[in-house]
C-alpha cells in the first residue's frame, strides 16, 4: 500500500502532529508499506519528508501554530496525482493549508486523523462550525487519538472515527532509567515542551520548586524545548533550572532516563500527552495535570494532580521522586503502557482503517451469472 500523510503544520519545527505523522511513516515502512510525509516547512526537513513553502504563524488554542497558509493548492494537486497513492492520511484537516487542499484534490481513498483539544476556545469553536466544515464529507474515516479529540472533531465531523492512540518509539526511549535521587542529590525534575506558553504551566511548577526549596527540599529543573529564555534568567540561577532548547531524539530520551521525575503542570488544551508516553518508555516516572487528554494518555500509569495548583504539585514531584516504592510502581505501570501503545501496535490499527477505506469505495465487482446447463 502507498501511502501520502499530510500534516498541515512547519515540517522545519518539532511538534507532536509532525513527530506523529514522522514515526507512522516508519511504522509503516517497517510493516511492509509506502510511506509519504509532505507538508509546509520554512527551512530544512527530516529526512523522507517533502517540504512544501509557505508557512505563516498564527496564534490559536493558546499557542502558536506554523501552519502552511500559502502552500500553493496547485503544487499540492501535483503531488498528490502522481504519487501513486492508494490513501491519503490527512492530519488535523480542520487546518488551512495543504491538508484541507488534500480534501479537495485527492482521487484516492481519505483518512483523517484528529489530534485538537481545545475545549476552553469559544470564539475558535464558532469559527469551526462556520468555516471548517466544508470538504469534510469526502472522508472515508476518521480517527482521534483520544475521546477528547474526538469530543472535539464532533463540532465538524459527524463521520466513522476509530480512536487510536499516538505511538511511541520504543528503539528510541526505552532504556535503563536513572532508579531516584541518592540520599542528599536535589530532586531532578524533566520538563518537555514550549515553557513560554501560558496553558504549557511551566510556570506553576516554577512555583512547585520553590515551595520545595523553601522546605528546605532541593531540587534541579532541566527544561527541553523552545521559549523566552531571558523571561527566566532570573529565576535559573536561583532555582537551579537549566534550559536546554530542542534535543534530538537521543539525545532527549537521555534526559527523560538521566531525571529522577517527569512533569506535565498544562493548564488545558492538551487532547493526549506524548510526552508522558515517551517519560514512561524511557523508565521516568511522570507526574501531571489532572486532564482528560493526560489521563486517557497515561492509562493509569502516573499521578494526576489538580491543574494549576502549586501545592499539590509539590507534594506530588517529592512524593513520587524520593518515594522508592512509589516509584518503582509508577515505572513498572509506564512501561507496560507505553509497551502498549508502542508505534508498531498502533500502525497495524491504522492500517485497519486504510483497509476500511478502501473496501468501502472500491467499486462492486459482480461476478457473471452462470450459464444455463
Known sequence: MRVCIVTPYDLSHEGGVNRHARSLARALLDHGHA????????????????????VIPVRANGSVARIGLLVSPRTTRQHLLSGGYDVVHVHE???????????????VPLVATFHASAEREVPLQRLLRRFAGAGLSRIARGIAVSREAKRFSRIVYRGRTAIIPNG??????AGPASGGPRPGEPLEILFVGRFGERRKGFAHLLEAAAILQAQGRATRICVVGDGPVDRFAAAADRMRIRFLGRLPDRELAERYRES???CAPSLGGESFGMVLVEAMAAGCPVVASDLPGYAEAA???ACLVRPAAPGDLAEALWRVGRDAEVRE???GLGRSRADALCWSRIALRVVH???AALDETRPLVLEPAPLPA
Open 35 to 54: 510511506a509519504q510525509v509532505i507538508g509546509p516547512s520554512s527551512g530544512s526537513v527530516p529526512e523522507g519528508c517533502l517540504s512544501l513553502p509557505g
Open 93 to 107: 484537516p480542520i487546518v488551512p493549508g495543504p491538508a484541507r487542499h488534500a480534501l479537495r484534490f485527492a482521487q
Open 168 to 173: 511511541v518509539d520504543l528503539s528510541r526511549f
Open 260 to 262: 529522577h521525575v517527569f
Open 299 to 301: 492509562g493509569g500509569a
Open 329 to 331: 510502581r509508577l515505572v
Open 353 to 355: 482503517v486504510y483497509e
